[in-house]
């Protein structure tokens, strides 16, 4: 392996969680030594806006580290250590597009799950590849790749099926939230949890809570039996989960556990197992895109514009378990830590009743070569089932990306639970082939008017 410092690079520079996750490394420095942080960005305006924000934050704590600002991918990560990703393709205006199409046929409109999710991985899958490759041309040898970018399973899954050998760590901060909130309701640190968890990214259960080897999930099944996986103070942990739709997110796992009280769901799940509430309760006209550029952006990018102005720099971002997170997992690669985390890993038999090659996610001890998975036995039937549905429609649309097919890009739709009927799956489909045109390669068809297409 190499040593400290490093020399990190940040692909999406210009995303909004870029000084939060800059602030969590500031105050791990001692842990993760850094000679340089360099953003990477396809959108230099975007990122010119964020770029002083984080340059403040490095200079609270450091002057020696050298920061650099750029689009030019060779300079992004020649001989860098560690890439840190978070792109969205297609930025913000696409995701209104994700959850506003879906709903407009009556189906759920979400970032990553349902019909949303599929058309944010269709156009989220090459531009991951071509990562890859251009960190095997540039950065050190043994650099690690920590994907944040979502929809993380589908990229894990394109990533897997096109680069077998990119050293890529998927993560997703959703569990460790969710572990935040189990050890406020506990009167637990998070850290303190060892939790057993079974499933696909966005889509699996907690099956054991342990506190110093005493399983507390029998406590948090009465919490959640009045609350949700909701805290009192759960605004003031992190005020973004304030905002209306992840306090009802949170209140969720309520309904879910009071028919299924064995397992603790990812919130996620909500999606799957009650859409018609979902969509009931969406408003078609504003969605969770609307609340993010009206809340999380507008608040960064306003702060940005008053330090430009005045030198001072007003509070507005977050410091939370998303950046704390990935900075847990590269410390572990970095230095060999073998850390218990709940990670994205092809499963190998960790579920023992799911495919071999399956893209998991299950706890993993990080070693400086990458995740070893533990073993979480075979799951129920009712899971299993779930998750085999969910694992094909993901893996179908890898394969419609990978092969260009609009049959398997409609196969996948028509096999999400979040999608009634073959219908509303094409409707759907047709309109968001429209709306990603500058984005989605070109999906033929196979047949067409009963005619084998030559
Ligand atoms: N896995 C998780 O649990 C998790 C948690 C939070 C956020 N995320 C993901 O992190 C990403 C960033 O989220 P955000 O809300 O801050 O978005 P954002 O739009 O603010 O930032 C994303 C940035 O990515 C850039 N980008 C797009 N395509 C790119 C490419 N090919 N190369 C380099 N940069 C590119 C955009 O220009 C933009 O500046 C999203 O993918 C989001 O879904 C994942
Ligand atoms: O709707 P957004 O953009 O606010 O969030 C979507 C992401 O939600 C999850 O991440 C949460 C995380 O759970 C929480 O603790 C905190 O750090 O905020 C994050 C963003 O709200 C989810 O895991 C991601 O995959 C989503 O992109
Ligand atoms: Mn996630």
Request: hydrophobic share 40%; glycine share 6%.
């Given at each position: 392996m190499f040593k400290p410092p490093f020399i990190l690079s940040i692909a999406?520079?210009?995303?909004?969680y870029t000084p939060g996750i800059v602030k969590s490394l500031m105050v791990r420095l001692e842990d993760f030594p850094l000679a340089e942080i360099r953003l990477y960005d396809i959108d230099g305006e975007r990122q010119s806006v964020i770029a002083p924000v984080v340059e403040k934050v490095i200079r609270d704590h450091s002057q020696s580290i050298k920061f650099t600002v750029t689009t030019d991918p060779e300079v992004a990560f020649s001989g860098a250590h560690f890439v840190f990703a978070q792109m969205r393709v297609g930025q913000y205006k696409m995701r209104e597009q994700d959850e506003k199409i879906p709903l407009r046929h009556g189906v759920v409109g979400q970032e990553t799950c349902g019909p949303g999710g599929l058309a944010y991985g269709l156009r989220t899958i090459l531009p991951m590849v071509e990562l890859c490759d251009l960190v095997e041309r540039y950065a050190h040898q043994k650099a690690w790749i920590v994907n944040y970018s979502n929809p993380a399973a589908i990229v894990a899954e394109g990533v897997r099926r096109l680069r077998p050998n990119a050293r890529v760590l998927n993560i997703c901060d959703m569990p460790v939230a969710a572990m935040r909130n189990m050890g406020a309701i506990l009167g637990v640190?998070?850290?303190k949890l060892v939790v057993d968890y079974f499933g696909l990214n966005h889509f699996g259960w907690f099956t054991r809570v342990l506190v110093d080897g005493e399983d507390r999930l029998p406590e948090l099944r009465r919490h959640i039996a009045q609350f949700g996986l909701l805290t009192e103070d759960a605004a003031q942990t992190d005020p973004q989960h304030s905002d209306p739709s992840w306090v009802k997110t949170w209140r969720h796992i309520k309904p879910i556990m009071d028919h299924f009280p064995e397992y603790l769901p990812n919130p996620y799940l909500q999606y799957y197992l009650m859409p018609n509430d979902i969509v009931e309760h969406q408003n078609p006209d504003y969605t969770r895109a609307n609340e993010v550029m009206d809340g999380r952006e507008k608040k960064l990018f306003a702060a940005a514009a008053e330090y430009k102005k005045t030198g001072i720099l007003p509070d507005a971002f977050h410091v939370g378990v998303h950046g704390a997170f990935i900075v847990d997992v590269a410390c572990s690669l970095a230095f060999d830590l073998r850390q218990r985390h709940l990670v994205i890993v092809e499963n190998k038999g960790a579920i023992?009743?799911?495919?071999?090659d399956a893209m998991v996610e299950v706890p993993a001890y990080i070693t400086s070569e990458g995740p070893e998975p533990v073993r979480m036995g075979a799951v129920p039937l009712f899971h299993q089932t779930l998750l085999m549905q969910q694992l094909a429609s993901e893996q179908l649309l890898v394969e419609a990306t990978i092969e260009g097919s609009y049959e398997k890009a409609l196969q996948a739709f028509t096999l999400?639970?979040?999608?009634?009927?073959m219908q509303h799956a094409k409707a759907i489909l047709d309109d968001m082939i429209e709306a990603n045109r500058d984005y989605w390669p070109q999906l033929q068809q196979a047949w067409k008017d009963g005619e084998a297409v030559k």
């Amino acid at each position: 392996m190499f040593k400290p410092p490093f020399i990190l690079s940040i692909a999406g520079g210009g995303s909004t969680y870029t000084p939060g996750i800059v602030k969590s490394l500031m105050v791990r420095l001692e842990d993760f030594p850094l000679a340089e942080i360099r953003l990477y960005d396809i959108d230099g305006e975007r990122q010119s806006v964020i770029a002083p924000v984080v340059e403040k934050v490095i200079r609270d704590h450091s002057q020696s580290i050298k920061f650099t600002v750029t689009t030019d991918p060779e300079v992004a990560f020649s001989g860098a250590h560690f890439v840190f990703a978070q792109m969205r393709v297609g930025q913000y205006k696409m995701r209104e597009q994700d959850e506003k199409i879906p709903l407009r046929h009556g189906v759920v409109g979400q970032e990553t799950c349902g019909p949303g999710g599929l058309a944010y991985g269709l156009r989220t899958i090459l531009p991951m590849v071509e990562l890859c490759d251009l960190v095997e041309r540039y950065a050190h040898q043994k650099a690690w790749i920590v994907n944040y970018s979502n929809p993380a399973a589908i990229v894990a899954e394109g990533v897997r099926r096109l680069r077998p050998n990119a050293r890529v760590l998927n993560i997703c901060d959703m569990p460790v939230a969710a572990m935040r909130n189990m050890g406020a309701i506990l009167g637990v640190d998070r850290h303190k949890l060892v939790v057993d968890y079974f499933g696909l990214n966005h889509f699996g259960w907690f099956t054991r809570v342990l506190v110093d080897g005493e399983d507390r999930l029998p406590e948090l099944r009465r919490h959640i039996a009045q609350f949700g996986l909701l805290t009192e103070d759960a605004a003031q942990t992190d005020p973004q989960h304030s905002d209306p739709s992840w306090v009802k997110t949170w209140r969720h796992i309520k309904p879910i556990m009071d028919h299924f009280p064995e397992y603790l769901p990812n919130p996620y799940l909500q999606y799957y197992l009650m859409p018609n509430d979902i969509v009931e309760h969406q408003n078609p006209d504003y969605t969770r895109a609307n609340e993010v550029m009206d809340g999380r952006e507008k608040k960064l990018f306003a702060a940005a514009a008053e330090y430009k102005k005045t030198g001072i720099l007003p509070d507005a971002f977050h410091v939370g378990v998303h950046g704390a997170f990935i900075v847990d997992v590269a410390c572990s690669l970095a230095f060999d830590l073998r850390q218990r985390h709940l990670v994205i890993v092809e499963n190998k038999g960790a579920i023992a009743n799911l495919p071999y090659d399956a893209m998991v996610e299950v706890p993993a001890y990080i070693t400086s070569e990458g995740p070893e998975p533990v073993r979480m036995g075979a799951v129920p039937l009712f899971h299993q089932t779930l998750l085999m549905q969910q694992l094909a429609s993901e893996q179908l649309l890898v394969e419609a990306t990978i092969e260009g097919s609009y049959e398997k890009a409609l196969q996948a739709f028509t096999l999400n639970r979040t999608v009634p009927t073959m219908q509303h799956a094409k409707a759907i489909l047709d309109d968001m082939i429209e709306a990603n045109r500058d984005y989605w390669p070109q999906l033929q068809q196979a047949w067409k008017d009963g005619e084998a297409v030559k």
